[in-house]
């Protein structure tokens, strides 16, 4: 399961012309700030949040990247 991002997977509908399956990772979850920064992360006070932070997020890119290798590779 993933916090921050999810894989989005585009196919041709029915009646479509044929085109390969499109894939994009999205943001599922965020804060923002006044000026518009958006966040992906809590704030971290020390290295070792930012660490365990950074950790978190390519874990969650190698779920996806699982995801992804299993839903494009039942294409072919």
């Known amino acids: 399961m993933t916090y921050s991002f999810e ?3 585009h ?3 029915k ?3 044929p085109w390969p399956s499109i894939a994009q ?5 965020h804060t923002s700030d006044e000026k518009g920064h958006i966040f992906i992360t809590p704030e971290c ?3 070792r949040e ?3 932070q950074i950790d978190r997020l390519q874990q969650e890119l190698e779920i996806i990247r699982k995801k ?5 590779s039942k294409k072919k």
């Open 45 to 47: 006070v020390s290295m």
């Open 7 to 9: 894989l989005m997977l």
């Open 15 to 17: 009646g479509d012309p």
């Open 25 to 29: 990772i999205y943001v599922k979850t």
């Open 50 to 52: 930012l660490e365990e």
């Open 11 to 13: 196919k041709p509908s």
């Open 68 to 72: 992804a290798i299993k839903k494009l």
